[in-house]
């Protein structure tokens, strides 16, 4: 199937372990790939561009056939920095969680320029609002719990395996089973809102990175700025 030419892409790392995950749910991995226009090389390759639009419809499909409806959110369950290529190297270094997402927010579009990250605060909170674009009428179930899924298993990074936001918000239906989902938020998980996020309080913010080095995270800009130029999606292009 042929996409539009300027459709939002994204890294083919989007689809780190769906291979195994579809293995599980008895499916063939690059049949459904090459079912939806995807080069078989996306499941091997993580810096491939590939349609953003595309990739939604694989998650779906994958759901839908495997008989799995958490299918993306089970994909997010391994995620880590380094899932994120060269925006995970930037945010590794950065010496809070607060800078962390403000990098995050600005240079997302390294990884997926489908996914629009915005932070709002109000009354010592802060929604971490996530949506995504330019997959016109695909249903985005899947790759929305995905990307909701990753950004709080970053924020668990840094917070502790303990850590249990305000709120998740989604704003497609609830599933028949919200097992799957109150086992990796927690019980404050609810659908049906107007936007697709989380709620933390504003002070896990102020978390520091142990890790940091203020060095390589200097270097690391430089470097992303030299390698992908003035307008960074027509490099990646």
């Not at 609002?129 to 990074?157: C, D, H, K, M, W």
Request: net charge neutral; hydrophobic share 45%.
């Amino acid at each position: 199937m042929r996409e539009n030419p300027n459709s939002p892409l994204v890294r083919s790392a989007a689809l780190t372990g769906f291979a195994e995950l579809a293995s599980g749910c008895g499916l063939d991995a690059r049949a459904l790939v090459a079912e939806v226009g995807l080069p078989a090389r996306c499941l091997d390759e993580p810096d491939l561009k590939v349609p953003a639009v595309a990739v939604s419809r694989l998650l779906e499909r994958a759901a839908e056939r495997g008989h799995a409806p958490a299918f993306g959110l089970r994909l997010a369950a391994s995620r880590r920095l380094s899932n994120l290529g060269p925006l995970g190297l930037l945010v590794r270094d950065e010496p809070t969680l607060r800078a962390v997402l403000e990098a995050l927010v600005g240079r997302m579009h390294l990884h997926n320029e489908a996914l629009a990250l915005r932070l709002e605060e109000s009354s010592g909170l802060v929604l971490i609002r996530e949506e995504l674009s330019g997959t016109g009428r695909e249903p985005l179930r899947q790759a929305t719990e995905l990307v909701v899924g990753v950004t709080f298993r970053i924020l668990s990074l840094f917070l502790g395996a303990g850590w249990q936001p305000r709120l998740v918000c989604f704003s497609h239906r609830a599933p028949a089973d919200l097992g799957a989902h109150r086992a990796f938020f927690g019980e404050r998980v609810e659908f049906g809102h107007e936007f697709n996020g989380i709620v933390c309080n504003a002070s896990n913010l102020a978390a520091p990175n142990p890790a940091a080095d203020p060095v390589m995270a200097r270097y690391s800009q430089r470097l992303l700025q030299r390698d992908l130029g003035p307008d960074p999606r027509l490099a990646d292009r």
